[in-house]
């Protein structure tokens, strides 16, 4: 089975940064949309930013835009998300996601994306 893997997250002071990664043994990502979604306690699950396969569209949330960025890195197999100017309403588990259909739109839809990471805790607090 496919595996994505988040990495990168962590305690940080409101104002801060972070960057988040995923990764994948199985696949090479190059070739797939990515997409980084986020989740709260009690609430539902956020889509923030989207890349397309060939890295030459990307897509972003309201929330997060101006403050995340995302990219690739494919020499490493790996999306980032940099997290910049954080703030404590952006505690939440971050997950990316992607999907078998190589030719996807990029979209910030749960239902859009059958494969996903676990997920990597990102804590702003002071």
């Known amino acids: 089975q496919v595996q994505l893997v988040e990495s990168g997250g962590g305690l940080v002071q409101p104002g801060g940064s972070l960057r988040l990664s995923c990764t994948a043994s199985?696949?090479?990502?190059?070739?797939?949309?990515i997409a980084w979604f986020r989740q709260a306690p009690g609430k539902e699950r956020e889509g923030l930013s989207c890349?397309?396969?060939?890295?030459?569209?990307?897509s972003y949330a309201d929330s997060v835009k101006g403050r995340f960025t995302i990219s690739r890195d494919n020499a490493k197999n790996t999306v980032y998300l940099q997290m910049n100017n954080l703030k404590p309403e952006d505690t939440a588990a971050y997950f990316c996601a992607t999907d078998l259909n190589l030719q996807m739109r990029c979209k910030l839809t749960e239902d859009a994306y059958t494969l996903w990471g676990r997920g990597a805790l990102v804590t702003v607090s002071s």
């Open positions: 199985t696949i090479t990502l190059e070739y797939y949309p």
């Open positions: 890349i397309s396969s060939n890295g030459g569209r990307t």
